[in-house]
């Protein structure tokens, strides 16, 4: 059966293009962009949103893409697969304002985030070079999913920042490994532990990077919030202990329960979305830089703004020597625009002497590992 296109011919179009849209993860996010992104849009808007949604696997997505379709929101669903006589990826790509990527196998019980690298550097080798050769790498955000995120956003960066096609772009300030559901998890666990009590849902900042011992959840910012949280006494040593070990390893929960049939979907889609609407938010206007938004990122280049006064000291001073980390930033139209370096200064002793080091030492490893494969 030909592929069903739905393609409309507006001008002013916002394209956003999910590579690996037929999975689990990618299928429960296309429907949480079908179902809300319009939504987004502000209310004289003459924008259009188009989802592009790629798979190799063809049945999936042209039914994925189809059932979508029903949906009663102004945002157009097209499929794409390989040898679709419609372009494939190019077409999907074309014109793509924001690249989402949860293309890849998830985990099994018993294997590390690390033991996917083999297959999934592969294909995001392979999407990277499409997405150097089809999009426009000087507006182009591309936000990475796939595990594992510590190696694979390295693969990705390179890939696209040694393409013919990156000059003057500025590509490596809008590259971004997707940790959201590290702090989505931080926050549930907190609630779960003070029995929902309160009605707010605490932001904690998860720096570090994705996967075991990288990843550092920031509690100790409830210290600073305690008195008036509602989330006091959370931080007794034992508890803590516990809280960062279950975030670090909340994953696992998941693979355990599904028993074979792979890894977080629905929760990652929840936080994927959270992490899209405000790219969309970015790029409909609507605000003008994203704020505090903790993504995996590269740490090499100044990025298009001043650098804040004293990051170079910060950096240095905590993070030295790595390339990539998970950190609060700010982000523009252009990409990142600040490191908010500063978060560091505000780790208590636990954090920065114990969970730092071991994060530091881990994520080198990983780093190297998706460069070594660039
Ligand atoms: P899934 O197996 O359900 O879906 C993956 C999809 O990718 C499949 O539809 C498959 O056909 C497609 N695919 C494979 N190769 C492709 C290629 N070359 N181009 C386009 N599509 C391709 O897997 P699921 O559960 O959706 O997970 C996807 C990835 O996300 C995994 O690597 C998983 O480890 C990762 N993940 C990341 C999280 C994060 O916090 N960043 C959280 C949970 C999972």
Redesign the pocket.
Known sequence: MPAVSYDVQQRDILKIAV??A?????QSLSLLLKSNASFLLPRDSSRHISLAL????KD?IVGTAADLSHIDTPITTTPHYPNDGNGGIARCLQDADMVII??????KPGMS?DD?IGV?AK?IK??GNDIAEYCDLSKVHVLV???P?NSLVPLMVSTLANSPHSANTNIEARVYG??H??LVRASTFVQQLNSFKSNNAPDIPVIGG?SGDTIIPVFSVLNHRASNSGYANLLDNGVRQKLVHRVQYG?DEIVQAKNGN????LS?AY?GFKIAAQFIDLLVGNIRTIENICMYVPLTNRYNTEIAPGSDELRSKYINGTLYFSIPLSIGINGIERVHYEIMEHLDSYERETLLPICLETLKGNIDKGLSLV
């Open positions: 590579l690996g037929a999975g689990g993860i990618g790629y798979d190799v696997n999936a949860p293309a890849g196998v998830p985990r985030r996917l999934n294909i392979s999407l999913i796939s595990n995120v997707i940790t559901l590290d994705h994953g792979g890894s977080a979907t990652m936080a």
